[in-house]
């Protein structure tokens, strides 16, 4: 069983950046594939980005390909998303989720567990 838990959303402006975090708590987390998902008001959940647990590769949809940088400190348990250049149609709810496999993570169904989500608003 793992246990996540999101903060670091907020309200900010175009342009702007943000950092989420994602703590993790119960089994070893560096045996995890981690992504994040997000999910706007009458929208489906998008895959955002995901790193793998096993040679940290990283993968990133096309619309925050440069932009945003998932990354993973395993001695804190924690994955982090940082979002840089932040846009109006960033906006939505972003979930954290572990998995056990490597394979698959753009897609939501590879992920056993999730998080509660973080708000993300951006402004114009």
């Known amino acids: 069983q793992v246990q996540l838990v999101e903060s670091g959303g907020g309200l900010v402006q175009a342009g702007d950046s943000l950092r989420l975090s994602c703590a993790a708590s119960g089994r070893t987390f560096s045996r995890y594939s981690a992504g994040w998902f997000r999910q706007a008001p009458g929208k489906e959940r998008e895959f955002v980005a995901a790193?793998?647990?096993?040679?940290?590769?990283?993968y990133y949809a096309d619309s925050v390909k440069g932009r945003f940088t998932i990354s993973r400190d395993n001695a804190k348990n924690t994955v982090y998303l940082q979002m840089n250049s932040l846009k109006p149609e960033d906006t939505a709810a972003y979930s954290c989720?572990?998995?056990?496999?490597?394979?698959?993570?753009?897609?939501?169904?590879?992920?056993?567990?999730w998080g509660q989500g973080t708000q993300v608003t951006v402004s114009s």
């Open positions: 790193i793998r647990w096993s040679g940290g590769s990283t």
């Open positions: 989720a572990a998995a056990l496999t490597d394979w698959g993570l753009h897609n939501p169904g590879a992920y056993g567990y």
